[in-house]
């Protein structure tokens, strides 16, 4: 469905028969080309005007009777399959009860005449106000059909081979559609009929138009690709736009403008407010969404604002005998939605004037005949301050002029008519004298015709660049995205590399005897540091760079340790642990028992790299021998101790025997 409201995005071209028939030999069509502020009008055959669309792909051929330009159904849903995809068929009389089109235009304000070329140039400004019906004949699904290229043949003795090869090719063509589908994020269905070798067809539906789809008809040696887009069951006719009802408007103007929508029995549609929108796209919000015969506001006197509002929709105003208390707005919008005060101001302000004009749009609707429309009714009666009758009886004689194709006059003519009828006459021989005089410049005609198709390419040209700036923006902000991506998987390969750096030197370390560390000094011992001796920190440690069997630990500060650090510790059975500090009593008793090497590392010259550290293996040697001899003293002086308790035991059981 078409969504446009302001400036065209193409040409539209208005079509209406000019002479014979559709069903003759050799009808012409006055065709009109109307791009929103230049109108160019030519005669042309039905041949010429089939080529005519097909050159300049309009946006929309306009026409009051669509059967003028095809026989029957049937020619019709040809003529919609051969227009350009971009080209949309439109009825601006209606869909199957077409009204004259002398009335439409009336309603619309826009300019008719009877004569062919000014009926086709009717119907290209009324499409282009968005008046009028979308003729369809197909969905927006498309089949995509792969099948054999060629006939499998009667058999020989390469038969098979020939059969397999036929049905490999469609499966690979197969399967390279469906990837190009996907990537194109396009919904579809597939059915394969598998054969010997291969598929010997497949079959897309998918949910696109075929101009949406990466994949065009071909046919190429083992395989052709055949597109067509679905067909309804019948013509089907949609509004350009959704249908537009009459409305009470609402509008609080101010650094922030708001405005609310409420229909003929006071419900309230929309409110939308703004900072930076001017009046003009306020006015195209509202043109959006409804007819407004109510212009609305919340205090007395109604602003200037709110007053060119009115007079820009011709609709009736209302404002309150005094300005609406805030309380009163609070209670009467309790019910509805809104986001902030303007907004609320602004729907109380339609609100009120609902209740204000409750008892007479009732009245009204008691009085229109079922065949009349209500909201224009009331429009006219509130705009004119006339009665329902008064309006209905005028309605009914335009309707009445309008199907006799002449206009009311009364049974005397005054002069004035007279004269204006006169004008009409005079008028229409001086445009049949026009006609006669078109012989006589058909070389410029030609000339202009030529400057025409030019200015066509150029116009083509220009929305084609537009499209590829459109594509190159989109690119951009693609290759924006990718690169942030690009970006954020560089910092992680940095902090992978760092950690890979800081592995191959642990690695270097344990292996090497840090040969390229300390140059020609080869008896190095690779030295762990711990910050405290807790179960967290030597966690940590564990976790940056392993704690194993044999390694040299470094406490950097020993005090304070427990029985469960201790026990982790000693769990990992280092060669030695070198302190700084004092080791907590339950500590020392747990590396005793668990005969862990401990010494002070006062006497050991420690050199760090990064987080790691290096020590000479002769200074490690020296207090690992330190600890030796003192845990040799300590176990002498267990056994000691040992023997002279057990020689006290001894003599303190003698004693009693002989006493």
């Known amino acids: 469905m078409s969504t446009r409201t302001t400036a065209l995005d193409s040409v539209i071209f208005g079509v209406d028969i000019q002479s014979g028939d559709i069903r003759g030999d050799a009808p012409s069509y006055a065709v009109v080309a109307f791009d929103g502020e230049h109108v160019d009008r030519d005669v042309v055959s039905y041949r010429k005007l089939r080529r005519l669309i097909d050159r300049e792909q309009p946006d929309i051929v306009a026409t009051d009777?669509?059967?003028?330009?095809?026989?029957?159904?049937?020619?019709?849903?040809?003529?919609?399959?051969?227009i350009p995809e971009v080209t949309t068929l439109v009825q601006v009389t209606g869909a199957q009860q077409p009204e004259p089109l002398s009335r439409v235009a009336k309603r619309h304000g826009v300019p008719y005449?009877?004569?062919?070329?000014?009926?086709?140039?009717?119907?290209?400004?009324?499409?282009?106000?968005?008046?009028?019906?979308?003729?369809?004949?197909?969905?927006?699904?498309?089949?995509?059909?792969?099948?054999?290229?060629?006939?499998?043949?009667?058999?020989?003795?390469?038969?098979?081979?020939?059969?397999?090869r036929i049905h490999g090719n469609v499966r690979k063509r197969s399967r390279e559609v469906e990837s190009q589908l996907t990537e194109a994020n396009l919904d579809f269905e597939q059915d394969v009929t598998e054969k010997y070798g291969g598929y010997s067809q497949a079959v897309f539906t998918v949910e696109a138009k075929p101009s949406d789809i990466p994949v065009s008809s071909s046919r190429s040696g083992d395989v052709r690709v055949e597109i067509e887009r679905e067909r309804r069951d019948g013509i089907e006719f949609e509004p350009l736009v959704k249908r537009r009802d009459h409305v009470i408007v609402g509008i609080d103007p101010g650094t922030t403008t708001a405005v609310a929508l409420v229909d003929l029995d006071g419900n309230p549609l929309d409110v939308h407010s703004t900072r930076t929108a001017d009046r003009a796209a306020i006015t195209e919000w509202l043109i959006e969404r409804g007819r407004p015969l109510l212009v609305a506001a919340d205090v007395e006197p109604m602003p200037e604002t709110v007053e060119k509002f009115r007079r820009s929709f011709d609709a009736a105003g209302w404002k309150p005998e005094r300005d609406l208390p805030v309380d009163e707005k609070k209670h009467r919008t309790r019910e509805a939605s809104w986001d902030n005060d303007h907004e609320r101001d602004a729907l109380a302000a339609a609100l009120f004037a609902f209740d204000a004009h409750a008892d007479q749009f009732e009245r009204i609707a008691r009085k229109i005949p079922p065949q009349f429309d209500r909201g224009e009714v009331t429009a006219t009666v509130l705009r004119e301050e006339a009665s329902v009758e008064a309006v209905v009886d005028r309605m009914v004689i335009d309707e009445e002029d309008d199907d006799d194709g002449v206009e009311h006059r009364a049974r005397e003519l005054t002069a004035e008519e007279r004269e204006i009828h006169d004008l009409r006459d005079r008028i229409d021989?001086?445009?049949?004298?026009?006609?006669?005089?078109?012989?006589?410049?058909?070389?410029?005609?030609?000339?202009?015709?030529?400057?025409?198709?030019?200015?066509?390419?150029?116009?083509?040209?220009?929305?084609?660049?537009?499209r590829e700036r459109r594509e190159v923006t989109r690119l951009r902000r693609e290759n924006e995205r990718l690169e942030e991506e690009l970006e954020a998987e560089r910092e992680q390969t940095e902090q992978v590399e760092t950690k890979l750096e800081r592995l191959k030197r642990l690695w270097k370390l344990d292996h090497?005897?840090?040969?390229?560390?300390?140059?020609?000094?080869?008896?190095?011992?690779p030295v762990k540091p711990i910050e405290q001796f807790t179960v967290g920190d030597i966690e940590a440690a564990d976790e940056s760079f392993g704690l194993a069997e044999d390694d040299v630990l470094l406490l950097r500060d020993a005090s304070g340790a427990g029985r469960s650090s201790a026990e982790l510790l000693a769990d990992i059975d280092p060669r030695i642990v070198l302190k700084n500090g004092t080791l907590s009593e339950?500590?020392?008793?747990?590396?005793?028992?668990?005969?862990?090497?401990?010494?002070?590392?006062e006497g050991v010259t420690i050199r760090e790299i990064d987080e790691l550290a290096v020590a000479d293996e002769s200074e490690v040697e020296t207090v690992l021998d330190g600890w030796r001899e003192d845990e040799a003293e300590r176990q002498q002086e267990q056994t000691e101790s040992m023997v002279e308790e057990l020689i006290s035991e001894h003599r303190a059981d003698r004693q009693t025997e002989q006493s």
């Open 586 to 601: 339950q500590a020392r008793e747990v590396l005793h028992t668990e005969s862990v090497p401990y010494g002070p590392a």
């Open 113 to 164: 005449g009877k004569q062919p070329i000014k009926e086709a140039e009717a119907a290209a400004r009324l499409a282009a106000a968005n008046v009028g019906q979308e003729v369809t004949a197909f969905a927006d699904r498309t089949e995509l059909k792969i099948a054999r290229g060629r006939s499998t043949g009667k058999g020989g003795w390469s038969q098979d081979r020939y059969t397999r």
């Open 429 to 466: 021989r001086l445009e049949s004298h026009v006609e006669s005089l078109k012989e006589t410049v058909e070389q410029k005609d030609a000339e202009l015709r030529q400057y025409e198709e030019e200015l066509s390419a150029a116009r083509r040209e220009e929305r084609r660049e537009a």
């Open 65 to 82: 009777n669509v059967y003028e330009l095809a026989e029957d159904t049937d020619a019709l849903v040809r003529f919609l399959r051969d």
């Open 512 to 525: 090497s005897n840090f040969a390229s560390v300390a140059g020609e000094e080869t008896d190095l011992v």
